[in-house]
């Protein structure tokens, strides 16, 4: 399985940005997606994911804010993020679980993509 996330990139805050995840090897939406984050200096923290079943859920700390979401035909997830706040400054992560079942835990996913840097400037 192989993941690729695009999509990051600088805007300023209030801005919006879409993130990819193409993946190769496994029909995604058989698995659960997720959506991790990393900032300088501070351990990765999870922000969405989407089941097989489609139900998604994300973070607190960007509720009303990011959505989740994939595409069946294009083996393509996606995370749309709104309303960004320098807070959100990361390097973002996919992840495709290793069942159907979704998890807020890093250990419930198998494959990861290599991240996209995402910077909001103030």
């Known amino acids: 399985v192989q993941l690729q996330a695009s999509g990051g990139g600088l805007v300023q805050a209030g801005g919006s940005l879409r993130l990819s995840c193409a993946a190769s090897?496994?029909?995604?939406?058989?698995?659960?997606l997720g959506w991790f984050r990393q900032a300088l200096g501070k351990e990765r923290e999870f922000v969405a994911y989407a089941n097989a079943g489609g139900a998604t859920y994300v973070a607190d700390s960007v509720k009303g804010r990011f959505t989740i979401s994939r595409d069946r035909a294009k083996n393509t997830g996606y995370l749309q993020m709104n309303s960004l706040k320098p807070e959100d400054t990361a390097v973002y992560y996919c992840a495709s679980g290793r069942r159907g079942f979704a998890s807020t835990r890093e250990s419930e996913y198998g494959s990861w993509g290599q991240g996209t840097q995402v910077t909001v400037s103030s």
């Open positions: 090897g496994r029909t995604l939406t058989s698995y659960a």
